[in-house]
């Protein structure tokens, strides 16, 4: 049998997943059953050898977990570096990420690839919500000005008695917010 251990950065041996590598015949699984990963037929996974988890051994590419789940060697890999060593089925095994230094060194060039436009993909989604929180805060604020000033003609004047503590700086900021937004025709 063939192993491979997984450890998350310092790690005691409490945080280590050993996951027992098989090839197709050594394995549980039917050739016709589905990586739950990748919803590849293993015998798609194991004739594939554009990308191998063990170069001397190549037909190693199925793992199974201590859970008994069985996965695509590349996939489970790459789960265990970008989220955490739980088994996707059950989720039985260790919260933490796999170290890099636990995935065989051809793998780990398109690993660190993966991450970085993850990273970038997230800050991206983060920076659009931010968007969509400063945008509806702006609309709120809008609405709130358009029911303490009203408008007269090209510009608006403060019409009424709410309006009257706003400072002219307060005024000039309102009136350039608001020449961004279609005026109602009078």
Known sequence: MYRHDFIAPDADDEDTVVV?????QSSSVREDDLCPITQETFKDISEDREVVFYEK???????RLACNHCFSMIALTRCFVLSDMRCPVCRAG???????????VHLR???EVTKNRLREEQAREDQR?????QRSILEE?????ELTLG??????????PMA????????????????TVSRPRV
């Open 57 to 63: 051994r190549p037909s190693l590419c199925i793992g």
């Open 151 to 160: 408008w007269d003609g090209p510009g608006f004047a403060i019409s009424t």
């Open 141 to 145: 604020d809008m609405r709130e000005t």
């Open 109 to 111: 060039r398109e690993l």
């Open 94 to 104: 260790v919260k933490f990420k796999a170290g890099m230094r636990t995935v065989p």
């Open 164 to 179: 009257e503590g706003v400072s002219s700086s307060e005024v000039r900021i309102v009136r350039i917010v608001m020449s």
């Open 129 to 133: 919500v931010l968007q969509d929180i």
């Open 20 to 24: 027992q590598l098989h090839t197709l």
